[in-house]
């Protein structure tokens, strides 16, 4: 028996021909149209949260643009504007790129974590009884902060945890220290766990600085029973170049706490989002400017100085000199903070020797060294005013030497008087 539509369907001319869009309700089973109503969800379709739509035509469903990030790009894939690229995500790239390893990725991830700790405490110092001092000494006669103290234990437990370092070595410890054998790796981190911290009890900016070795193949430190020959060879492993750097980093602890760090190809920033607990990147591949018309130093000190470098500080300062602008200063009196302004505006700071201080009084291994390492990645310079820093081969833990850091062309300007030249 041949099938006669409906005479309602017949009026409406439908026989024989299909309304991809048609919505009539008569015609249409109430099951399979409930089905068709929760295929098309009510958030994908910008005209729904524009109120009903008009009878007969069912809601088109138009994705919004979406930017896309230089991650997402190299992903090959669009971004969410939910999407945020953490440190993790990154280690993550720079291990499928092969720029670090597993455990060396890891070791950064236990710095991460010692710092955000550090940074609660900067915060709360006030209110937890960590400001004022310890009461001691650390080997070197200088009075120790009570965060000083409590930093340091922060940092050497976070690393020894980690189960990736062998020796630890920190500008507040006399001696590097070899990791026990249930947790130890194989790099070497060296530490200043709380750079500026006389600035603490006045809420000035401080920061934490690390680099990260490999060990000396020359100087094993494993299967070694005797323990004055083991100290012997963790001096030995943690001696080195800064040239043989594999990262090095610092976390700047002010309005916002940022780690900015490097593992030979660039320098990256990360600032912490305390709503997310994370360190997300804010600062891509940074360049230090060429040049930069701010200068950080004591000059207090400017009297204990030689003449050349009197001679260069009365040149930065003369208007003649610089068409009628002569350079701005800055000191905070903290190597993370003055060098942080330092890379991102452009200038140059320096801790130059005295007739005090011969050597100045930064240590080569924890603040000159890992810095320089940083600035040169940036495309600065960092240098002892008479050779790069990342070339001196530390002959003690503690060595001290000046240091001179930032735009390139403000650094090789200060050589040139320190030579004994003249402009």
């Known amino acids: 028996m041949a099938f006669v539509l409906p005479r309602s369907l017949q009026q409406q001319g439908l026989a024989g021909q299909v309304r991809t869009n048609s919505t009539a309700p008569s015609a249409v089973h109430p099951v399979r149209q409930a089905s068709k109503q929760v295929c098309v969800p009510a958030v994908s379709s910008p005209a729904a949260a524009n109120g009903p739509q008009p009878s007969g035509r069912a809601a088109s469903v138009v994705p919004k643009a979406v930017a896309m990030t230089p991650e997402s790009k190299t992903l090959g894939r ?24 597993g455990e060396l990725a890891t070791v950064i991830a236990s710095i991460a974590l010692a710092c955000k700790q550090i940074s609660s405490l900067v915060n709360r110092a006030g209110i937890s009884n960590l400001t004022g001092l310890d009461g001691g000494e650390n080997f070197s006669g200088e009075d120790q902060k009570k965060l000083d103290v409590v930093s340091n234990e922060v940092f050497a437990n976070c690393l020894r945890s980690s189960g990736r370092t062998g020796v630890i070595a920190s ?5 590097p220290i070899a990791v026990e054998e249930s947790y130890s790796g194989n790099y070497i981190v060296v530490f200043d766990p709380l750079d500026g911290s006389s600035n603490i009890d006045a809420g000035i900016s401080v920061g934490s600085i690390w680099g990260v070795y490999e060990p000396s193949e020359e100087c ?25 750097l594999k990262c090095s980093g610092y976390c700047l602890y002010s309005s916002s706490t940022t780690i900015v760090l490097t593992v030979g190809h660039g ?3 990360f600032t912490l989002d305390p709503a997310i607990g994370e360190f997300v990147l804010t600062h891509r591949d940074v ?28 040149h930065v300062k003369d208007p003649a000199a610089h068409n009628g602008k002569p350079y701005s200063a800055r000191y905070i009196g903290s190597l993370v903070g003055d060098f942080h302004r330092t890379l991102l505006y452009g200038g140059i700071y320096g801790y130059p020797g005295d007739k005090k201080n011969p050597n100045g009084k930064l240590r080569l291994l924890y603040e000159c060294a890992p810095m320089s390492f940083l600035a040169e990645q940036a495309g600065g310079k960092g240098t002892t005013g008479k050779r790069p820093c990342l070339e001196i081969m530390p002959e ?16 090789e300007l200060l050589e040139h008087f320190v030579a004994g030249k003249r402009m």
């Open 287 to 314: 360049k230090i400017p060429e040049k930069g018309k701010i200068y950080s130093f004591n000059e207090g000190n400017y009297n204990l100085w030689n003449d050349d470098l009197r001679a260069y500080m009365e």
């Open 171 to 175: 500008e507040e410890e006399e001696v």
């Open 396 to 411: 003690k833990v503690h060595q001290r030497e000046p240091l001179f850091i930032g735009s390139k062309h403000e650094v």
């Open 267 to 269: 320098v990256w920033g």
């Open 220 to 244: 094993p430190i494993d299967a070694i029973d005797d323990p004055d020959k083991m100290m012997e060879q963790c001096v030995l492993n943690v001696c080195q170049p800064g040239k043989d």
């Open 78 to 101: 669009r971004s969410s504007k939910y999407e945020i690229f953490t440190l993790t995500t990154w280690l993550l790239r720079e291990e499928q790129k092969g720029n670090v390893d």
